[in-house]
Every structure is written in C-alpha cells, then in structure tokens.
C-alpha cells in the first residue's frame, strides 16, 4: 500500500524529531508508518437520539479501516438537537452547527494531515456541515449516516417527532385532550435515529448517497438495525480504496452530482433546508448553482414518493421498497438522472444501478409508478417578486389552493407568532409573516416547525400562509414560504410589510407580491432604521457579522 504524500509529510518529520512518540502513545508501531492516516469524525452524542447509536458505528468503521490496512484516528465534533430545540432560542444555533461542524473537520484533518476522512453523523446539520469540510479539504473521504429512527405507534397510526408539534395545535384547538397529547408524546420517538420522514436529516443523507459520498441503500437504512453497522464497515474499506485510487470530492461533487441530487429530492418530496444546504456545498466546491436551477429540475421531475411529513409512509418504508436506489433508477430510465456521475465507489450511478429494476416493486405503494405520480411536478418551488428579489422557497406538496392572497399579520419573532396562534388569533385567510428571523436578523435562521405545526394542527393548513426570513423543519408542509431574501435585517422589503397589506402568494406564476405601490414602500425603506444586533458577542454575534443570504446558502466564508 502507498502512503499519501499528506501523512508521508508526517512520518518524514517525526522521523526527524520526538514527535514520532506521540503517534506511538496514540497505537502506532513501526509498520503503521507507512499506512494511510484517516480521520473518523464521530458525531456521537447523547444529546439527541439522532446521534446516539454513532459511537457503535464508528468502532464498526475503525474495525473496517484496520482490517484494510489503514490507520484510524477518531475525533469528535458537535450537533445539536433541532428536535429538542425548536421553538426556543436555542434553535438560532442550529445552522450555526452546520458551519461549526464543517470547521472542526477540516481543522482536525488539515491540522493532522490525514490522507482521508471517515465522518458519521445524524441530526440535520451533520450530513451537509461534513459535506462542506469534505468539499474544503477535497482529500478522499465517506460519509456514513447514522440511520433513521423507526416510526412510533399509537392507535394504530404511525408517529413521528412532528406528530407531538402537531398535537400542541390540536389540543389548543380543543380537537384532543391532555391525556391524549401525553400519549402522542410518549410514542412518538421509540428508540435511536433521525426523525423519520422524509424531513432534513432523511433528505440530506439521501442527497449525500445520490452525490456518492455514501455507499448505496445506506442513507434509508434504520439505525438500530444491524445492516446499519454493516454498512459502516464496508463504507471504512471503500473509503481506503478510494485514498489507494485518489478518488476525490471534486471528481463526485460535479455539476451533474448537484443536478442529480435536486432530482431525487423533487422525487421523494424532501425538505425545502435541501435549497440551503446544496447551495453552500456547491459554492465551497465551486460549481456553479444557483437558486433558479430547483425551479428548473422541479418542472421536470414528477414527485413519486409518498412519505412524511404531507405523505403517509416514513424511511424506513422507502427502504423496503427498495430505497434511494430504486428512485434513481426510474429517473435514469427516464433521462432524468446522470448515470455517468462518479461514486466514491469508483462505479458510476448508472452501473451501480444496472441490477435495481426501472419500476418500483408491487405491492406496496410508497413509491408510486412513473406513470402514476403523487404530483406532476417537484415540490420545493422558487417564488420571486416584490417580497423576495432574490427569491424564497415554497414547498407545495399537499397545498389544496395553490394561490392565496390575505391581510398580513406581522410578527417580529417566531414566539410571537405561535403565540397568537395559540390564543385563536389567526383565521382563514391570514398571511402570517414572521421577520428578522433570517440568517444575520435572528440571527440562525430558525425553522418554524412550532407555528406551521399550530396551524396544521388548528385545521387552518388550508386556509393560512406563512411567509418568513426564516426557515422551516423538513417536516413542515402546508402554504408555506421561507428563505425571504433579501432578509429583513438587511432592509429587504419583508421589513416593510404593515398589519393588513396585502399579500399575494401564487405558487403557479411562482410570485409572491406584496400589494403595495413603489412609491409606498419607498416611503417605508426611507423611514426604516437596521434593528440593532440582537448579540454583540459570542458565536451568534460573529455569525451575524459573517453568514451570506440564504439565496447563496447562509455561507460564512465568502470572499
């Protein structure tokens, strides 16, 4: 086996000095010099069920890389628990998360010189803050998901963490009592994983094993089943064949990984957090996308998946009727996917899907025929306009009415918006807008899982939009519109909405209009003055000073 030049470096220094020591005290001996150095990045953590069961993984994965004659170093990075967040201030950390991850994992391996890097994570962030270090550093490297939580049950029904937001609205609209939002609670999430829709984390472990940064079926995989583990060995021997051919991140993360990636997502109706978290990586590893090119995939590619959080299955569904794969394929069949994509396999999609069949399995029905799609056209749908020069994403799976006008109801936090909702009032017809809760205004960009999950709860998904600077969960559904750019803390015209204008949100012109005259607004934008920073010191602070627009993906390090 030939060494990297990058942990060569290494071995050639400490010959020369007593650092050679340290690497010894950590289980190398004199035949370990010359085999690879990679990083294990752990995410492991008690904090949330998502990233409980990594640890196991990742002895699994060190055991796999020693067998393929490399020499592990494991190292541990954060996450935070969005679940157990959301709704509270803590939320403002969570995109924080993403590029503290990402940091973490190129400091550790650039500062040790690791010729490639193994990283495992679970919650929402994990999956594209590692993709974004893997981007940064283009040195070898897999990611390895921690898998999906398997669906809780109660009378009959399948629940997830969303079912217990959706509760709260039900029983402040009265529909439930507190005997049954207790059992709903104590349900809904049985054991280790991520939330088990088709919801952020779901979403962009899918979008990682569509790019070929994770091995095949992996990303639908439950995380207390053994196949899980499995897969994270053979994914510790792929990872060392790929450093032996120097397969990098830069011949995966192309523009047809990016375009492919989008497709599968419209087809399985994955989190609108996708738009976001695509857009960073794809900057960091210099490709050129944009926000428009989702609306240009979304026309194409039909939506055949019929999972949470609009839908009735979960991943663990997908995943028996044949996973991440299966969709590919059919889009493949349909020139829709690029099967010439490389994987950190060394295999194209199109030969690692040669076996998988061009139409979905009998007998069940979570993934649809093509000729019988759930909808015609993707989901996540890119709106422009007045309110949002720069563009906002909608998610319309599930939207009964797809043009909707109203009276604006403004709120300056998300708190005081689910606070009116669960006092009763909000009624049919509102456009609720929740502003300075962008990237740089929260700052952090938090989702709304609360208040959208109020709503549906209240029986007003119909009937009620939502517009913010903010973001949604990825089990969020209903009239919905986020990612408002330019935000309202930098003066874009969200900022200049008043109680009782009107907004027009149409998701087939794909607009949204506030219905105010040039002249107004510019009176409004001349009598508006920047809010002061709502941190002056710590993290968020300098995260505010720092983040892009969500429309170039809430990035931290532009030039």
Known sequence: MQVNKRSQAIVEGVQRSPNRAMLRAVGFGDEDFSKPIVGVASGYSTITPCNMGINDLALRAIAGLKQAEAMPQMFGTITVSDGISMGTEGMKYSLVSREVIADSIEVACNAQSMDGVLAIGGCDKNMPGAAIAIARMNIPAIFVYGGTIKPGHYNGRDLTVVSAFEAVGQYSAGKIDEEELKNIERNACPGAGSCGGMYTANTMSSALEVMGLSLPYSSTMAAEDAEKADSAEESARVLVAAINNQILPSQLLTRKAFENAI????????????????????RTIGVDLTIDDFETIRQRVPVLCDLKPSGRYVATDLHKAGGIPQVMKMLLAHN?????????????????????????????DVIRPWENPLYKRGHLAILKGNLATEGAVAKISGVKTPKMSGPARVFESEEECLAAILAGKIHAGDIIVVRYEGPKGGPGMREMLAPTSAIIGAGLGDSVGLITDGRFSG?????????????AAVGGTIA????????????????????????????????????????????????????????????????
Do not use: C
């Open 496 to 559: 200049f909405v008043e109680e009782g204008d009107e907004i027009i949100i149409d998701a087939e012109t794909r607009s949204i209009q506030l219905n105010v005259s040039d002249e107004e607004l510019q009176q409004r934008r001349d009598r508006w003055q920047p809010p002061q920073p709502r941190y002056t010191s710590g993290v968020l602070a300098k995260y505010a000073k720092l983040v892009s627009s969500s429309s170039l993906g809430a990035v931290t390090d532009m030039s």
């Open 475 to 487: 089990g969020t559904y209903g009239f919905v519109v986020g990612h408002v750019a330019p935000e």
């Open 263 to 282: 497709s599968v997502i419209m087809a399985i109706g994955g989190s609108t957090n996708a738009v976001l978290h695509l857009l960073a990586i794809a």
């Open 336 to 364: 829709l996917l690029h099967g010439d994509a490389l994987s950190i396999t060394g295999k194209t999609l199109a030969e690692l899907l040669a076996e998988v069949p061009e139409t979905p399995p009998e007998g069940q």
